[in-house]
């Protein structure tokens, strides 16, 4: 796996890209060589976030953890990278080496069953008038949802708004490729 390391607004130590890239190695068993691991750090007040997001074909997988502390928050990303790894289990081995997926399970993750399935439990249609994206986020904010589909009025394609944890607001937008 490639793993790229960067600091936004703090210059990192080579004792903290060590430590990543070593706990980063972990996942080496589940992903192949092409796999792409972005590791990106950064400091705002008191507050350290740590942001990894692993690319590999076509999936994706990201987790973001803020500490006091650089370290714990590398701690907390890699778990979560792990419970994410560990929820798609069922998917990743038909396409990944299953052996080494399963020594990874057990060596590393000690968590209860997840469900092998997904049980969609409600179907909702709806008709998708076109929206400003601020009016999206005002109607989204109105039925107190944590995201709302539209279709953007000035390019006419499906779009998502959605709440971030941190308060602000995200759009998703299809990219044409």
């Known amino acids: 796996m490639k793993v790229s390391i960067t600091g936004r607004k703090v210059n990192l130590r080579d004792n903290f890209k060590e430590l990543a890239t070593k706990k980063l190695s972990r996942f080496d068993r589940i992903f192949d060589e092409d796999a792409q691991a972005n590791v990106v750090v950064t400091v705002e007040r008191n507050r350290q976030t740590v942001e990894i997001t692993i690319k590999s074909g076509s999936r994706i997988y990201r987790a973001e953890e803020t500490d006091f502390e650089m370290n714990d928050a590398l701690d907390k990303v890699i778990s979560a990278l792990g419970r994410?790894?560990?929820?798609?289990?069922?998917?990743?081995?038909?396409?990944?080496?299953?052996?080494?997926?399963?020594?990874?399970?057990?060596?590393?993750?000690?968590?209860?069953?997840?469900?092998?399935?997904?049980?969609?439990?409600?179907?909702?249609?709806?008709?998708?008038?076109?929206?400003?994206?601020?009016?999206?986020?005002?109607?989204?904010?109105?039925?107190?949802?944590?995201f709302f589909m539209f279709r953007n009025e000035t390019t006419g394609e499906i779009n998502v708004v959605y709440k971030r944890k941190d308060g602000n607001y995200g759009l998703l937008e299809p990219d044409v490729e």
């Open 84 to 146: 994410q790894i560990r929820k798609n289990k069922t998917r990743l081995e038909k396409e990944i080496h299953s052996a080494a997926l399963d020594q990874y399970v057990q060596d590393y993750l000690h968590t209860e069953e997840e469900p092998d399935e997904y049980k969609i439990v409600r179907t909702k249609h709806f008709f998708v008038k076109p929206l400003s994206i601020e009016e999206a986020i005002l109607q989204m904010n109105l039925l107190d949802h944590q």
